[in-house]
Nanobody, 114 residues
Framework: VQLVESGGGLVQAGGSLRLSCAAS????????VAWYRQAQGNQREWIASRVSGGASNYADSVKVRFAIYAAYAQNIRYLHMKSLKPEDTATYYC?????????WGQGTQVTVSS
C-alpha cells in the first residue's frame, strides 16, 4: 500500500486549501483516516479523524474550519481547510487505516501568510 499526499501550498490568511490522501496498491477499502500536523519546532499533533461510517472528530483548534471528505470509489480522503490562519502553518500528514494496519503519507507543507 502506498499513500500519496498532495494539495499543500502557500495561501493568505483567510484562504482555503484542500489536502488529498490517496491510497494505491490495494483493493481493500479504507477503514479510517486521521490527519496530523507538525509545525516547526513542535511535536506532531492530531487534528482530525474519521472511521468509515462514523462521525468525524476534530481538535478544537480546527473545529468548524476543517472538514474530512471521502471519495470512496477512488480510495481518497480529503481534508478541506478554510479560514486558514498563520498558526495553521505546518507539515500536514495523513494516516489511513486499511485492514487494521496504519499507513502514513509523506506529508505536505501548508504555509499561511498574514
Amino acid at each position: 500500500v502506498q499513500l500519496v499526499e498532495s494539495g499543500g501550498g502557500l495561501v493568505q490568511a483567510g484562504g482555503s486549501l484542500r489536502l488529498s490522501c490517496a491510497a494505491s496498491g490495494t483493493t481493500f477499502n479504507i477503514n479510517g483516516v486521521a490527519w496530523y500536523r507538525q509545525a516547526q519546532g513542535n511535536q506532531r499533533e492530531w487534528i482530525a479523524s474519521r472511521v468509515s461510517g462514523g462521525a468525524s472528530n476534530y481538535a478544537d483548534s480546527v473545529k468548524v474550519r476543517f472538514a474530512i471528505y471521502a471519495a470512496y470509489a477512488q480510495n481518497i480522503r480529503y481534508l478541506h481547510m478554510k479560514s486558514l490562519k498563520p498558526e495553521d502553518t505546518a507539515t500536514y500528514y495523513c494516516k489511513l487505516i486499511i485492514r487494521g494496519r496504519h499507513y502514513w503519507g509523506q506529508g505536505t507543507q501548508v504555509t499561511v501568510s498574514s
